[in-house]
C-alpha cells in the first residue's frame, strides 16, 4: 500500500467521515491491501471526532501491518509487486533502535561463529550528535560505542572519519537524518559510498542504519531526490517517529527493514493464544492500540500531499523565523536549510550577554526555548533551537521574532553578565573564609551565572534591594 502523489480532480481533502470508515475495514483486508483514493489536504491543527481511538477500535492489526507497509514504500524499500514489508511498530524511536541493534548484532554474530572467529567485542559507529538512546543500546546490550567527535563549524557526522573508524567488530554504521542539535541530514549518500568501497577491500559487509527519526516524515515530502533510504544498498533498516513529524500523538515509533532477511528469524517469536499465528518483535507485549490507529488514519487522510503541504508550511515558517534573526544581525544560525524545519542559533558575540539569559527571559513571554552546549569536541558553542510544528504558524514565528528583538532590547540595558564579577567575589569570599575554591565545569558555572542573573533581573523590576 502506498500514499497517493497524485491530488484529487476536486482539489479538496478526503472526508473524515470516510477516513474514519476506511480505517475500521482495515481488519478486512490482508496485510498489504489496495492503493487509498488520490487526495489533497491543507494542515489543520488538532484531532477530529473521527480519528479518536474508540470510534476505531478493533482494526489494529490491520491498520498496523498496513502502516508498516505505507512507511516501506515512502522509504523506497525493493518490494515486488504482491510482498510485504518487513517492520514493526513500537512505542517510539528509541525501542525502534534498540530492534534495529539487536538485528544488526545477531546477523554479525552469527556470521563470526559461521567463520570460526569471536564475536564478544561488537561496536557501532556513530556521531557525538546521535540521541541518547543509542548510548542506551550501547550499554543495555553490551555493544562498543564508538563516536566520531564534532567540531565547531560542522555538528554532525563526518563520513570520512566514520568510515576510518569501521572494524571487522563494527555491526552497524548510525546516521542521523535530522540530528537532535541542529536539525542537519546526514550525508548518507557519501557514507553509503565510501563503506562500499571499504566492503569491497576488505572483504566485510558493514551495513547502514539511518535514523531517521525526525526526518523521516519530512524527507520523501520536500526532498525527494534526496537519497538517504533503501534506494543506498548499505541502508538494511530505517526508524522513524510518529508522533514527531508522522503527526500522532506522543508514543509511537517504527522500524522498517530493507528485505526479510536482514531481520534475522530467531529475534521473532510466535504466538496463537489470541487466536491465530502472530508474529512479535518488540521490547514491550502489551501497549496501547489508540497511536497506531492514529498513525494510520493520518496517512490516509492526509495522502502524500496533505503531508507534503503540511513539511512545506513547516520550512517556510522556519524561513520566516531564520530571515528575521539574521536581519537583527546579532545571531549565527546554526541550522541547515535542507533538514528538520527548525532553527538552531547562536550570539556572534556573547561577551555581554549569552544564550542561556536569552532563554530565560524569553520565558517572561510564554515561550520555552531551550539553550544547551554541543557535545564533544564542540562544547564551548551554545546554541538555541526553535523546533517548527505543524501548528506553528507564521503569526507565531512572527510573535517570535518581535519577543526576541524585545529581549534583546532589555538585555542591552542591563550590565554585561555577571560571570566575572562573580566569579570574583566568589573567590574572594572563599578566600577570606577560608574555604578552598572547588573548580566548577563551564555548564555548572554557566547555570549558576544564569541563576543569579535572574535573581537581579527580578530584583530590579520589583525594586526589591
Known amino acids: 500500500m502506498v500514499l497517493s502523489k497524485t491530488a484529487s480532480?476536486?482539489?479538496?481533502?478526503?472526508?473524515?467521515?470516510?477516513?474514519?470508515?476506511?480505517?475500521?475495514?482495515?481488519?478486512?483486508?490482508?496485510?498489504?491491501?489496495?492503493?487509498?483514493?488520490?487526495?489533497?489536504?491543507?494542515?489543520?491543527?488538532?484531532?477530529?471526532?473521527?480519528?479518536?481511538?474508540?470510534?476505531?477500535?478493533?482494526?489494529?492489526?490491520?491498520?498496523?501491518?498496513?502502516?508498516?507497509?505505507?512507511?516501506?514504500?515512502?522509504?523506497?524499500?525493493?518490494?515486488?509487486?504482491?510482498?510485504?514489508?518487513?517492520?514493526?511498530g513500537t512505542v517510539g524511536s528509541s525501542e525502534a533502535i534498540m530492534l534495529a541493534g539487536l538485528a544488526f548484532k545477531r546477523k554479525w554474530q552469527n556470521k563470526r561463529r559461521a567463520e570460526g572467529k569471536p564475536c564478544d567485542k561488537p561496536n557501532i559507529v556513530t556521531g557525538a550528535n546521535v540521541q541518547v538512546c543509542?548510548?542506551?543500546?550501547?550499554?543495555?546490550?553490551?555493544?562498543?560505542?564508538?563516536?566520531?567527535?564534532?567540531?565547531?563549524?560542522?555538528?554532525?557526522?563526518?563520513?570520512?572519519?566514520?568510515?576510518?573508524?569501521?572494524?571487522?567488530?563494527?555491526?552497524?554504521?548510525?546516521?542521523?537524518?535530522?540530528?537532535?542539535?541542529?536539525?542537519?541530514f546526514e550525508d548518507v549518500k557519501l557514507l553509503n559510498d565510501l563503506l562500499l568501497k571499504k566492503?569491497?577491500?576488505?572483504?566485510?559487509?558493514?551495513?547502514?542504519?539511518?535514523?531517521?527519526?525526525?526526518?523521516?516524515?519530512?524527507?520523501?515530502?520536500?526532498?525527494?531526490?534526496?537519497?538517504?533510504?533503501?534506494?543506498?544498498?548499505?541502508?538494511?533498516?530505517?526508524?522513524v517517529s510518529g508522533h514527531k513529524y508522522g503527526l500522532v500523538y506522543a508514543g509511537i515509533g517504527w522500524v522498517i527493514w530493507r528485505t526479510k532477511q536482514d531481520l534475522p528469524e530467531e529475534l521473532i517469536f510466535h504466538i496463537n493464544y489470541l487466536g491465530s499465528d502472530q508474529p512479535t518483535f518488540t521490547l514491550n507485549f502489551s501497549k496501547g492500540s489508540s497511536q497506531i490507529i492514529a498513525q494510520y488514519y493520518q496517512l490516509i487522510r492526509l495522502g502524500f500531499e496533505g503531508y507534503k503541504n503540511i513539511m512545506e508550511n513547516c520550512r517556510e515558517n522556519a524561513t520566516v523565523l531564520k530571515e528575521g534573526l539574521e536581519k537583527m544581525g546579532r545571531f549565527n544560525i546554526v541550522s541547515k536549510d535542507i533538514g528538520v524545519p527548525l532553527v538552531a542559533f547562536s550570539f556572534k558575540d556573547n561577551s555581554r550577554h549569552d544564550e542561556f539569559e536569552v532563554a530565560d527571559m524569553?520565558?517572561?513571554?510564554?515561550?520555552?526555548?531551550?539553550?544547551?552546549?554541543?557535545?564533544?569536541?564542540?562544547?564551548?558553542?551554545?546554541?538555541?533551537?526553535?523546533?517548527?510544528?505543524?501548528?506553528f504558524s507564521r503569526t507565531l514565528a512572527e510573535r517570535l521574532i518581535l519577543d526576541i528583538q524585545k529581549v534583546l532590547h532589555d538585555l542591552d540595558t542591563l550590565p554585561a553578565k555577571l560571570s566575572a564579577k562573580m566569579s570574583a567575589i566568589c573567590e574572594e569570599t572563599n578566600e577570606k573564609n577560608g574555604n578552598e575554591v572547588v573548580k566548577k565545569t563551564a555548564l555548572e558555572a554557566q547555570k549558576e551565572i544564569t541563576t543569579a542573573w535572574k535573581k537581579f533581573v527580578m530584583a530590579k523590576k520589583t525594586g526589591v534591594c
Not at 566520531?148 to 571487522?168: F, N, S, T, W
Not at 566485510?204 to 531517521?212: L, Q, Y
Not at 520565558?363 to 554541543?374: E, K, L, Q
Open 134 to 184: 543509542w548510548e542506551k543500546f550501547a550499554r543495555y546490550f553490551e555493544v562498543e560505542l564508538k563516536e566520531v567527535k564534532l567540531r565547531e563549524g560542522y555538528y554532525v557526522m563526518d563520513p570520512v572519519k566514520a568510515v576510518e573508524m569501521v572494524d571487522e567488530n563494527t555491526i552497524c554504521v548510525a546516521a542521523i537524518l535530522g540530528s537532535t542539535l541542529n536539525g542537519e
Open 362 to 391: 524569553l520565558r517572561r513571554y510564554g515561550w520555552i526555548v531551550p539553550a544547551y552546549t554541543m557535545p564533544a569536541d564542540a562544547q564551548h558553542v551554545t546554541v538555541l533551537r526553535v523546533v517548527i510544528r505543524e501548528d
Open 199 to 239: 566492503n569491497k577491500e576488505t572483504g566485510w559487509d558493514t551495513p547502514i542504519h539511518v535514523d531517521a527519526a525526525s526526518g523521516g516524515f519530512i524527507a520523501p515530502f520536500i526532498y525527494p531526490k534526496l537519497e538517504w533510504d533503501f534506494r543506498l544498498p548499505l541502508v538494511k533498516s530505517i526508524n
Open 9 to 88: 480532480d476536486s482539489d479538496v481533502s478526503i472526508y473524515s467521515t470516510f477516513a474514519s470508515r476506511y480505517v475500521q475495514d482495515a481488519g478486512d483486508f490482508d496485510s498489504e491491501g489496495g492503493g487509498v483514493p488520490d487526495h489533497q489536504r491543507r494542515a489543520d491543527v488538532g484531532w477530529e471526532p473521527e480519528a479518536e481511538p474508540g470510534v476505531l477500535r478493533d482494526h489494529v492489526d490491520g491498520a498496523r501491518n498496513r502502516c508498516v507497509n505505507i512507511i516501506a514504500h515512502l522509504f523506497n524499500a525493493p518490494l515486488g509487486e504482491s510482498e510485504t514489508a518487513m517492520g514493526v
